[in-house]
Nanobody, 128 residues
Framework: QVQLVESGGGLVQAGGSLRLSCVASGRTFSSYAMGWFRQAPGKEREFVAAISWSGGSTDYTESVKGRFIISRANAKNTAYLQMNSLKPEDTAIYYC?????????????????????WGQGTQVTVSS
């Protein structure tokens, strides 16, 4: 069983930055495709960013392109989401997710049902 633990959330003013971390248990993190999702009150969980197991391919939802960067450090079993130029509409609980059977080194996944493991979430609040 894989456990994911997010950290790095908090309260920040609009225009500020935060870096979220997601640490995974287990020895095969380097074979997991990773994703970040968020869920605001009263809304469905939505895709934010994804990275292939190789780190060689990333993608973002349109609203965060140019502001957020997803990355990974396989030696540390950690995925990151660097969030810059934050806006009040970025306020949500942020979740990291892992898919364990990704084969092609550039594959990324965009739907919650694509992922096998989830963290508990970390709150991000952006004040105006």
């Amino acid at each position: 069983q894989v456990q994911l633990v997010e950290s790095g959330g908090g309260l920040v003013q609009a225009g500020g930055s935060l870096r979220l971390s997601c640490v995974a248990s287990g020895r095969t993190f380097s074979s997991y495709a990773m994703g970040w999702f968020r869920q605001a009150p009263g809304k469905e969980r939505e895709f934010v960013a994804a990275i292939s197991w190789s780190g060689g391919s990333t993608d973002y939802t349109e609203s965060v392109k140019g502001r957020f960067i997803i990355s990974r450090a396989n030696a540390k079993n950690t995925a990151y989401l660097q969030m810059n130029s934050l806006k009040p509409e970025d306020t949500a609980i942020y979740y990291c997710a892992a898919r364990s059977d990704s084969t092609y080194y550039l594959d990324k996944y965009y739907y919650p049902s694509d992922y096998h493991y989830w963290g508990q979430g970390t709150q991000v609040t952006v004040s105006s």
